[in-house]
């Protein structure tokens, strides 16, 4: 089945040799010497060549060639042709597609098939053609072209005897201009470059008419496209190469070498680079926003020196397949360009050497004179460097690409505003830009968390942790999450690993207060205090665990402890209303009641919106019995967090107490229909029937407190209070023993 219509001429062994001269390549012409068969041009760039190509459909393979006298023109628009069709259409067929594709594509980058004893004789013809005509110097540059193809000794008589015939037109251009070293890195950069950003909006092309579903099918298909791209990249380095080299004229083959691997390094280099401009450019015009033009600067100077190198690394990390596709044809490309490179300076330098010598080298070299060549390269490298320099610390944090780190940003901003819906959907355009990364499943995870969505939370915080398993955050956001689903010994672990990973103190800090909240939770206050002084001593800044530990030492009954640390806290927040209402608590108690009361004017002055805030300043009024500034307090708080059980239960309990009973139960009805399982609710339902009173239906609410929590310190105490005034007096102490053990 394979190849119906084979081109005898290139698949038989040793094809190269058995080209006949005069027969398909055109020659002899009317004009009696061969000639461009589409332009009819006819000077030392013309060449006998066979340019293959393949192309595939399922299992049948097309193998093809053009062939003929092309003029350069002529000839690089075929190889181009060639190399499209071939690295598009040629893999398409099995198994021929496979086999004859690359081996195509290598005679391509070769350029071409170009018989050397063939292309001799027709370049002698052109020469004779030009003597014939009346243009000596013409006929040398065609004879020392032949020189170039082959080292043939017929050629090198011809040569030797017209430079003797006629002197004064066998000059070598002798420009050592270092501008064209320049000028080829900049456009060897430019080109490489264009590559990458052609490719990138082919598969832009390949997105929009697939659609973003059909990923692994752009996976498949676009590395064909790619091949092309970096066969055309192939193909305007080597054009590259000769040219600058027929431009300088060097005859240093170190210097040839170096500036020719340069210019390979550079376009290489470019299409990955393309790539990420490509993805900038798409950024910018999808409403990417700058803070000043500074940032704009900043990022573009960053995009544009180590664009390529941020790419390539996130593709090493991404680990799709499409990107180690990527990865490894454009490794493979490297070496070809290499290699390309070296062959190409070798091939123009011992051309020039040749030709020099063929001179009898009779100028006078210079001292120094490939200094300016040298110093070119070496500048264009150093202004290379530090434009690196300048950008790189924009540049690391711009790995991922520039929409990445834009998501993040904005993200991170959307997510302190208290705006988790926006946040989650930034940090989830984040992950699809980059699903390796852990930091954006980290951010969208504590997003989740404050979502109270756990189950989500933890899915990616487990993410995060596979991505980077030193990362100490993860752990910490886990034992968080135990924290609220009551797994203590799995939060302590969450907790302890945090702390065994944390790098810099604030991760220490943070893992130390939630060991600290993780002991306040089971009431062991000193372990809690213990654990917020390390916190602090970690992290001085970490504002909750000095709000913890006041409240702690509260609870314990220790107001000055109190009062010290919740001064510590108003120096490090000093417009945080918490700390002042957490004051005036702990002065009631201490009974100061000047002081109580500048606290709690300062505490409502400062009218922060927090929970925190609100539920100390309610509890604050309380404990002054100035139940109705406590009852607005509680009433705006239960506005901003209508679900908050806390504030609905304290504003149940003073409804009851203004005798509102039925608005108090309708509050506490509603938290249980949200949380059967509410502890809290059911002693606040308790408390409702004891100011009504009915001690009956208290004592009911209690023992479903107890069902639930059967060692609720609260639901004792309030038990053996019930218990006490139905005169149940045994009763009641037994309770108020439990509640005290
Ligand atoms: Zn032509």
Redesign the pocket.
Known sequence: MDDPVRDDRISQPGGQSDIPVGGTFGMPTAHGAPS?E??G?RDESLRAIVIPYVFSFVVMTMHRAWSGV??W??RFQRLLAAGFITSLFGWWGLPWGLIHTPAALFKLVRGGVVPEDENVELLARVAIHKLNTGEPGKAIQVFQEALRIKEDERTRNSLLELQAKYPLSNELSDGKAPIWYIASWVSASLLGVGVGLLDYLVVLLLNWVLGAETYWIIAILSWAPLIAMLYLGALILSELLRWVFDRTGTDHLLLGMLFAGGAAGLIWYGIPQGQLIGDYLSALFGGLAFESIGDLIMTSGAVITQGGLWFVLDAFESGLPSDWIYLVLWGFAGILYFWLANKTAQEAIHWRVRLELLQGDLRIEEPNSRLPAWSALGGFAFVLLIGFGVFAGRGRLMRGGPDLAANIERGDELYLAGDFEQAEAAYRQAISAAPNQPGPHESLAWVLYSMGDLEGASAEFTQAMELDADWADPHLGMGYIHLSMDNDLAAQESFQTALALAEDPQYAGQAYYGLGNLAHQVDDLDAAIAYYEQAIREDWQLTMAHMDMALAYYSMAKFSRAVEHANDLIGLLPDWGAPHALLAMSYYQLDQPEILMRELDWAADLNSTDLYSQLLLAEAYWGLEQYDAAKEVLESASVLTPENSQVALLLARLYALEGAFGEAQSLIDAQIDLNPDLVDAYIARAWVYIEVPDLGQAESALDQALKLSPEDWGAHNLRSFVYFHQGRIDEAYTEADTAIR
């Open positions: 461009c589409v332009c041009r092309y003029c023109r002529h």
